[in-house]
T-cell receptor, first 113, second 113 residues
Framework: DQQVKQNSPSLSVQEGRISILNCDYT??????FLWYKKYPAEGPTFLIS?????DKNEDGRFTVFLNKSAKHLSLHIVPSQPGDSAVYFC????????????FGAGTRLTVKP | DAGVTQSPTHLIKTRGQQVTLRCSPK?????VSWYQQALGQGPQFIFQ???????QRGNFPDRFSGHQFPNYSSELNVNALLLGDSALYLC????????????FGDGTRLSIL
C-alpha cells in the first residue's frame, strides 16, 4: 500500500536555483514527517523533519513545508548545489520515535553546474 | 564514533537457500530496525528489535526473522530465498527514549540467482 507517494521520479535544476521536491500521503494518522537523502552505495542520511503541529521547518538551505489538510509536504533547497545531487526520500510515521516509517519511492535530484 | 555498520556488503545466493545479515548499531543506540529496499522503491519496514525482542513488524512473511543480542547488535535471517528477495537490506538504529531520527547503515546488497 502506497501511503507515501513521491510522484516525480526525477528532477533536474540549475545550480543556484531552487529545488522543490514534493510528497503526498494518504494516512491521516501520520504525525511526523522526515526527508532523507541517499547517495549511491550509501545508506539514507537524515536531512530534516517536521511534526504536524508545525507547517514549516527550516535548516540552512533546506526548508520543509507541511499542508496537513492537503496531506502534502515539500522540501525546498535554495540555493541548489551540485553536491545536493542525490535521491531524496520522504518518510512518515505516526510518532517521532515510531520506527515503522513509511517511505516514498524517492526523487532523484540532479543539480547541474 | 562509529555509525551503523552492516555486513556483508554484497551477497549472492540461490533460490531456496538461507541468509543471515548482520548489523551493529550506532554507539549509544539500543533499537534496531530492518528495511528492504527493492530497485526503484523506497525502503519498506520489515521489523524492529528492542531489548532483544521483536517489537513491531511490517508486512513480511515468517521467512523473515531476526534477533537482537545483549550488545544491541542484530541479525536478519531469511529462509527459503525467492528471486523477489533480491534487494538492498538496510539496518537503522535509534535510541528508544528519544525522538531523534534513525541512523541508517550502508546496507547489504542481496542478489538471488
Amino acid at each position: 500500500d502506497q501511503q507515501v507517494k513521491q510522484n516525480s521520479p526525477s528532477l533536474s535544476v540549475q545550480e543556484g536555483r531552487i529545488s522543490i521536491l514534493n510528497c503526498d500521503y494518504t494516512n491521516s494518522m501520520f504525525d511526523y514527517f522526515l526527508w532523507y537523502k541517499k547517495y549511491p552505495a550509501e545508506g539514507p542520511t537524515f536531512l530534516i523533519s517536521i511534526s504536524s503541529i508545525k507547517d514549516k521547518n527550516e535548516d540552512g538551505r533546506f526548508t520543509v513545508f507541511l499542508n496537513k489538510s492537503a496531506k502534502h509536504l515539500s522540501l525546498h533547497i535554495v540555493p541548489s548545489q551540485p553536491g545536493d545531487s542525490a535521491v531524496y526520500f520522504c518518510a512518515a510515521s505516526e510518532r517521532p520515535n515510531n520506527n515503522d516509517m513509511r517511505f516514498g519511492a524517492g526523487t532523484r535530484l540532479t543539480v547541474k553546474p | 564514533d562509529a555509525g551503523v555498520t552492516q555486513s556483508p556488503t554484497h551477497l549472492i545466493k540461490t533460490r531456496g537457500q538461507q541468509v543471515t545479515l548482520r548489523c551493529s548499531p550506532k554507539s549509544g543506540h539500543d533499537t534496531v530496525s530492518w528495511y528492504q529496499q527493492a530497485l526503484g522503491q523506497g525502503p519498506q519496514f520489515i521489523f524492529q528489535y528492542y531489548e532483544e525482542e521483536e517489537r513491531q513488524r511490517g508486512n513480511f512473511p515468517d521467512r523473515f526473522s531476526g534477533h537482537q543480542f545483549p550488545n544491541y547488535s542484530s541479525e536478519l535471517n531469511v529462509n527459503a530465498l525467492l528471486l523477489g528477495d533480491s534487494a538492498l537490506y538496510l539496518c537503522a538504529s535509534s535510541r528508544r527514549q528519544t525522538n531523534q531520527p534513525q541512523h541508517f547503515g550502508d546496507g547489504t546488497r542481496l542478489s538471488i540467482l
